[in-house]
């Protein structure tokens, strides 16, 4: 299992970015895929999550309406589109399957 993260970077409050999670090394479309963040001195803590299929996603309360996750199933990627960024969002993004994760793609949200 393979995942890797892009997409991260420098951006000013109230930016967008879109972060990218190419997988590979097992059957992608049959795989919750998920997005954790953690800040400096926080725990982990999950972003937000989708189903296989694409049809089912949840996430939590601090970037409902700001963020969507999404998939392609034919590329083996999951997205993760950010706007109206705050600085609170502030953290290395990690992708995650079960227990594997990602490397992780620093976000930092400043002016």
């Known amino acids: 299992v393979q995942l890797v993260e892009s997409g991260g970077g420098l951006v000013q409050p109230g930016g967008s970015l879109r972060l990218s999670c190419a997988a590979s090394?097992?059957?992608?479309?049959?795989?919750?895929m998920s997005w954790y963040r953690q800040a400096p001195g926080k725990e982990r803590e999950l972003v937000a999550a989708?189903?296989?299929?694409?049809?089912?996603?949840n996430y939590a309360d601090s970037v409902k309406g700001r963020f969507l996750i999404s998939r392609d199933n034919g590329k083996n990627t999951v997205y993760l589109q950010m706007n109206s960024l705050k600085p609170e969002d502030t953290a290395v993004y990690y992708c995650s399957r079960n227990s594997y994760w990602g490397q992780g793609t620093q976000v930092t949200v400043s002016s």
């Open positions: 989708i189903s296989g299929t694409g049809r089912s996603t």
């Open positions: 090394g097992f059957t992608f479309s049959s795989y919750v």
